[in-house]
């Protein structure tokens, strides 16, 4: 029991000082008290309040905030499913250069979730995040390989690039 108690004392005050950061406008402590009201770490869980502190640090630049507001609209946190909006907060962010948001493109472009349906940009978004270690965008893009889905189907590729992926990370 005490031990609970501590922990909870610890992110009573992880919170604090993430609060602190956040109000100074610095976006990674934007991002992570949108991520303590998305879980209710250190206060009460409210996605509302989550997506309000993720839409502050996305609207300043930060990319990390701009794939958790994507999430968001994906997934109708604190806000109702919005695949255009999605799939636009995943473009910032990939154009931010944060692989995450090439992995939601990815998805966005296999899906035709909020853009046409295209495997060749899916296969694309997904190879620049899995070469980035992102293993959500390698397994997609070792399906598209192994199907044949927006490239050549090759499965001595697939194996090869599974391979080399997982070596270059490991």
């Given amino acids: 029991m005490l031990c609970v108690c501590l ?4 992110t009573f005050r992880l919170y604090d000082r ?9 976006g990674d402590g934007q991002a992570k008290v949108g991520v303590c009201y ?9 996605h509302a309040d989550a997506l309000k502190w993720f839409q502050k640090g996305a609207n300043r630049g930060h ?4 794939v958790h507001v994507a999430r968001c609209y994906t997934n109708g946190i604190g806000v109702g499913t919005n695949p ?11 154009d931010a250069g944060e692989p995450e948001a ?3 493109l990815g998805l966005c472009y296999l899906k035709g979730f909020g853009t046409p349906k295209s495997m060749a940009d899916a296969v694309k978004s997904f190879k620049i995040a899995a070469h980035k270690g992102d293993s959500t965008a390698q397994y997609h893009l070792g399906n598209c390989l192994q199907l044949g889905e927006g490239c ?3 499965l001595h590729v697939t194996l090869f690039s599974a391979l080399s992926l997982y070596f270059a990370i490991y």
């Fill in 7 to 10: 922990l909870l004392m610890a």
């Fill in 18 to 26: 993430f609060k602190k950061t956040a109000e100074q406008d610095y």
């Fill in 38 to 46: 998305l879980k209710g770490l250190g206060v009460m869980q409210s």
């Fill in 63 to 66: 990319a990390s905030c701009m």
């Fill in 84 to 94: 255009n909006e999605s799939f636009r907060w995943y473009k910032k962010a990939a």
């Fill in 102 to 104: 090439h992995a939601g």
């Fill in 152 to 154: 050549t189907k090759n």
